[in-house]
Antibody, heavy 120, light 111 residues
Framework: EVQLVESGGGSVQPGGSLRLSCAAS????????IHWVRQTPGKGLVWLSR????????RFVDSVMGRFSFSRDTAQNSVYVQMNSLREEDTAMYYC?????????????WGQGTMVIVSS | QSALTQPPSASGSPGQSVSISCTGT?????????VSWYQQNPGRAPKLMIY???KRPSGVPDRFSGSKSGNTASLTVTGLQPEDEADYYC???????????FGVGTKLTVL
């Protein structure tokens, strides 16, 4: 079964850090772009980043520049996001999402999400 | 990059057709044929319904179709069924050095 499973979410105080992981299974991990998308409770979807098959190309939104870093371990079939200097507005469900061979391919497989709560 | 514009709500009776619009700019929707649509039920992850403007993934009913004219894309659901009630989001590729953009979402109600 093609699957993405996120982990690492939780509650943290403002200024704190968390590391989210996404484990992939059931497909040739190295051939697909992987994206992170977040959704604030009751609100819409926001794309955060994409990383190519071998982890050599990473793109992300300006709002997380300098705070979030994205990486990929092809040996572990996993992608990660290290989130530092967390703000209350980072509170959201974080989804790991499979793209395609090309960075313009749509998101066909979504993980179940991992919740991050930033609150004092 | 601003979010794509969608109506907050849409509705129709079972068996009817309904269309949801998604308006962007020439930098995203109008500039690329890489618009996709996602269905999200409460407490669930989104599900891909349409990609590359008009294409349907395997398993998605052919009641769902997509189109685009200029900077506006549309999702049409024909023969509405109760299980179609959900939130729908559009999304567009906006170039290699730019983020993907999502629409603000439309709540579809089947009356």
């Amino acid at each position: 079964e093609v699957q993405l499973v996120e982990s690492g979410g939780g509650s943290v105080q403002p200024g704190g850090s968390l590391r989210l992981s996404c484990a992939a299974s059931g497909f040739n991990f190295k051939k697909f772009w992987i994206h992170w998308v977040r959704q604030t409770p009751g609100k819409g979807l926001v794309w955060l980043s994409r990383i190519d098959g071998d982890g050599s190309t990473i793109r992300f939104v300006d709002s997380v520049m300098g705070r979030f870093s994205f990486s990929r371990d092809t040996a572990q079939n996993s992608v990660y996001v290290q989130m530092n200097s967390l703000r209350e507005e980072d509170t959201a469900m974080y989804y790991c999402v499979r793209g395609g061979k090309y960075e313009w391919d749509a998101f066909d497989i979504w993980g179940q999400g991992t919740m991050v709560i930033v609150s004092s | 990059q601003s979010a794509l514009t969608q109506p907050p709500s849409a509705s129709g009776s079972p068996g009817q057709s309904v269309s949801i619009s998604c308006t962007g700019t020439s930098n995203d929707v109008g500039g690329y044929n890489h618009v996709s649509w996602y269905q999200q039920n409460p407490g669930r992850a989104p599900k891909l319904m349409i990609y590359d403007v008009t294409k349907r993934p395997s398993g998605v009913p052919d009641r769902f179709s997509g189109s685009k004219s200029g900077n506006t894309a549309s999702l049409t659901v024909t023969g509405l069924q109760p299980e179609d009630e959900a939130d729908y989001y559009c999304s567009s590729f906006a170039g290699e050095n730019y983020p993907w953009v999502f629409g603000v979402g439309t709540k579809l109600t089947v009356l």
